[in-house]
């Protein structure tokens, strides 16, 4: 084997993982004036491929955490015992359309977007301390759906972003929170 394949990829640079977050944030600008494009579901999921690559891409993984298991499962269950029950008090929602790509386009969002916000911006943020890296990364989130859904449901995705930012921190990784933002989108299509 050669040399190259052999070393660990390098971490990028404070530079270049800011100039990430930005792109990723112009992504998911762009994505609600895709949506009345015809091929708008395969164009949504190459966007996300590409949000979630340059979220986790070309960076050196951080060192596991010593979590054991059965706790990272635990914050889990509370994430999605938590969406469980607010999808529960919601009670019924409108109608809307529904079709074949729901569910493959909730899922690949909701991967792409812990990718991104509790990968990718959790980890520039992190040096400013965990209660600020938690704040700002749950109002990042909130903020982002705005122009998809209105006003009205920045609170309703400040919620979930405060959620999916404690299941990061508490589990050590955005794998946990993305189970849960994967569970959310398909309560959401599925009731």
Known sequence: MSAAIDRPIPAR????????????FALLLVRSSVIAWPTAPLVLLGMYGAL?????????????????DPLRWGVLAVGVAAV?????????????PVTAWALPLGTAAAVAEEAFFRGLLYRVLSPAGAAITVAVSALAFAAIHVPAYGLPAFW????AGVLLSWQRWASGGWGVPAAT??????????R
């Open 13 to 24: 640079t404070p530079v270049l993982e800011w100039a990430a977050v930005g792109a990723g």
């Open 52 to 68: 979630a690559w340059m979220s986790v891409g070309g960076s050196a993984r951080p060192k596991a955490t010593a979590m054991a």
């Open 84 to 96: 469980a029950g607010a999808a529960a008090l919601a009670g019924p929602r409108p109608p809307s």
């Open 156 to 159: 309703v995705d400040l919620g």
């Open 181 to 190: 933002h994967v569970a959310a989108n398909l309560l959401a299509v599925m």
